[in-house]
């Protein structure tokens, strides 16, 4: 057992990273691959689970590779910033795979499926990865691998544009991590050091130069692309919509927000607080993007016929209100940004299996062909209408929670027009939602489509268990709101 | 490209050079440029121009597309295996030196294998991308 916890950070990673290979050997035993992944994803949320407790009871924890001390060697570190990040990772990683074996058989070839499951796990590992690393250089290694791993998962839609999409996303998300990479070259010229900790510590001396400056300008939009902040969403709304449904529920609750942890670590833990909002004045440039990325995307989705393309422009709004919270640039906002992390997980992945329900019976999710779909699907569309209120943030779901503490936040600033803006945008939620709604409930199937029966309970349960998880935790707030408080004291004090 | 005596007899007289060159470069990895990413890469092709020159199925009897694909998972088991092995000897993940009495003896034996391991995947998955696009039928 000591064994275990001494090396719970690396086991994070290498858990996944192994079963990876393990997996794809199986190639010619699909069930048995999905088996070996279900498995390993549980064990991932288990290692996931004790590093909480390990950084709860005794602090932040460092684990140095392969023996070499930090800041040569390279470092994982675990402190109450990440451990919110690492526990959604691996909670929906090991959610989603109950859901996957009935939806990706249905959508995957089938000699496929090994491919597919160890693309899942190196997508997994990646993401797990950019969390848990102290080391600049780290991060961009495990961005590519998780982004390789999501083109090629991309693709493996039914639909013929999925290829399309994942080139797309290729191309965005090669562009963002190069400049990610462009950023950390600048740090290491001039600090000549990689590791997080001891670049905050350096980077003061060298701040006032524009060689600085110019890295933290590639930092932020290069992240920014891969969070899909407004204007450089373009490549979220097509790859989220020709996704394999699966892939669609894992990459919303966790890509974007896997990126925003990185743009908090940067500019809150490496350049800190006064460089980023006092001298460069970044929340003058997140605020009006973010406020413009609620309001146009949230637009946009109530046009849409295609509802997972609804809810994937839904997602860059909602990206929007994270970073809304980061430009108050306050302990209460960077707080109200990190339990949206955990609440949108939660309420998209709901969201996103539903219409995974949907597509499994239907084959399709246009508006249209959902006409009447409540009354032969009642669980599946009682589970979207529920997350649905809580993506809207009506009280007693995680959505109000979030949207509680952004007016919070936007009062302390005294920003009220911000306050009223919020309360706004809701409204427009609640009309891409209510769409959905009365095409499911008010009217008639179209004359001769064929009756669907309820989706099958392996789809049907980890549906209401994260609709549930909407509810519960918009009841009991104590657990995210405490992790994300630790977390934006943690942010807010820097490394120092 | 079968008919061309040139060519044939070139590539034959090249490939064993090209082959053991890799291995050069994969060997000397760690106290002189290369490593198993070189290495891998110089190695596939050697592949590559034999495929070329003689033909994908030719080819493919050397190195079947499911063996290159096998081989590209054990490449990686063997990296990750050598870095859980430290954890049971009492190092960290990837520390070399507890894996053989000796701790400059082990870090030489660690660095070789993972380098091993990155060399054998690089190749295969070289090879496996050139097998699928040299297999593509013309739409």
Known sequence: MDLLI?????????????AAPIVMLMARAPRLAWAATTLTTWLTLGVSILLVQQVLLHGSISYHMGGWVPPVGIEYFVDPANIVVLLIISLMGAISMPFALRSVEQEVDKAKHGLFYAAFLLANCGLLGITITGDAFNIFVFFEISALASYALIAMGKDRRAVMSSYQYLVMG??????????IGFMYIMTGTLNLIDLAQRLPEVNDTGTIRAAFAFLVVGISLKLALFPLHLWLPNAYTYAPSMITVFLSATATKVAIYVLLRIIFSVFGYEFSFSELNLGYVLMPLAMLGILIPSIVAIFQTNIKRMLAYSSVAQVGYMILGVSFASTLGLMASVVHLFNHAV??????????????R????????MAGIAKQMPWTMAAFVLAGLSLIGIPLTVGFVTKWHLLLAALEGGLWPVAVFLLGTSLLATIYIWKVVEAAYLKEPAEGAQPVREAPMSLLLPTWALTVACLYFGIDTSLPVDLANRAAETLMGGYL | MNQYVVLRVITKLMIPVILLYGLYIQFHGEYSPGGGFQAGIIFAAGFVIY???YGLDKAQEAISPEAAHILAALGVLLYIGIGIASFFLGGNFLEYKVLLPDDHAGETFGIIGIELGVGITV????????????GRERD
């Open chain 1, 6 to 18: 001494q090396h719970l950070p690396a086991l994070q990673v290498v858990l996944p990273m192994l």
């Open chain 1, 174 to 183: 090669t562009v963002g991590t190069t400049f990610l990479l462009i950023g």
């Open chain 1, 347 to 360: 309420t998209k992945a709901a969201l996103f299996m539903a219409l995974a329900c949907i597509i499994y």
């Open chain 1, 362 to 369: 239907v084959g399709g999710v246009s508006l249209d062909r």
């Open chain 2, 51 to 53: 495929s070329l020159i």
């Open chain 2, 123 to 134: 190749a295969t998955v070289a090879l496996t991308l050139f097998y699928s696009f040299a």
